[in-house]
């Protein structure tokens, strides 16, 4: 079994007003001015799923400034969830500067299915992660209806990217550390986070903290497998790809080739998912 953590779909009238959206949302102009970054529907997913072997992926909108996109997307996710209840898992995509609106977004959000937040784009949203002045009154929904956050996560050296931005480890530890007993999951390998777990104090902060695999093959040597495995446990590392930018294969091969135990395999492919998204009566 397989269940990728981290991949993005989005409606037809996104895709098709891709041009004329470029000026209305800084996110959606930082990631796919570039007429080569990929846009998919949740069938063109499905249909990567069935051929990639992926039993279930989580939907994570993106970190969009405009409301009118972000409730686009959010009630794309919910009908995508509910037309593939035993293949998809939604996240709820939110602007935590929308104040109580979002706040109310992600309410509506989780009552009609969706489990978390995010991906959170602290960049090109224009927030700061670590201000518990703008991030409490979303958390507070979160927290009460027990849902989980996706935040993007940077690099702080290394080569440049659209949207890397500059949510680098010590802007996670600030937010991680304002909501210790929130379930955070750090994409993109928490941009480096998991290294600076040999400091005591920071692997204390990590107790409900995850990260995942996304966009591996494009940062990192396949070591970071083994590494990470070393530093963190299998037991807080999440499978995902971020597709469509990346095909979940190729970061599938990164982890067969590692030289991890089968335990710590499979906890990364879908044990560590199932605890978390709560999937045992799902699967």
């Known amino acids: 079994m397989i269940i990728d953590s981290h991949v993005h779909i989005f409606p037809e009238t996104l895709i098709l007003n891709r041009k004329n959206l470029l000026d209305k949302d800084l996110t959606f102009r930082t990631l796919f001015s570039n007429n080569n970054a990929k846009m998919v529907t ?73 489990s978390g937040i995010g991906e959170l784009h602290p960049d090109t949203q224009g927030f700061n992660l670590s201000d518990k002045n703008v991030m409490d009154n979303i958390m507070e929904v979160v927290q009460e209806n027990n849902m989980i956050v996706n935040t993007h996560s940077s690099e702080p050296v290394g080569h440049l990217y659209d949207g890397k931005g500059h949510t680098r480890p010590e802007v996670l530890l600030n937010f991680i550390n304002n909501y210790l007993d929130t379930t955070i999951i750090c994409s993109h390998w928490g941009g480096g986070l998991p290294f600076y777990s040999l400091m005591p104090e920071v692997d204390c902060s990590l107790k409900n903290v995850y990260f995942d695999t996304s966009a591996t093959t494009l940062l990192y040597d396949r070591k970071i497998f083994d590494i990470s495995v070393s530093l963190v446990g299998s037991n807080k590392i999440l499978f995902g790809s971020d597709f469509p930018l990346v095909n979940p294969k190729f970061i599938k091969k990164h982890l067969d080739q590692s030289n991890n135990s089968e335990v710590d395999k499979i906890n990364i492919f879908y044990e560590n998912a199932k605890k978390i998204f709560r999937l045992e009566s799902f699967i």
């Open 42 to 114: 949740a069938e063109d997913l499905i249909f990567n799923m069935d051929k990639e072997s992926i039993d279930i992926s989580v939907i994570l909108s993106m970190g969009w400034q405009d409301s009118g996109i972000v409730r686009e997307v959010n009630d794309y996710i919910i009908d995508s969830v509910k037309r593939y209840p035993d293949r998809l898992i939604g996240f709820a995509g939110v602007n935590p500067l929308h104040g109580n609106a979002a706040a109310n977004e992600i309410d509506r959000c989780h009552k009609l299915g969706l």
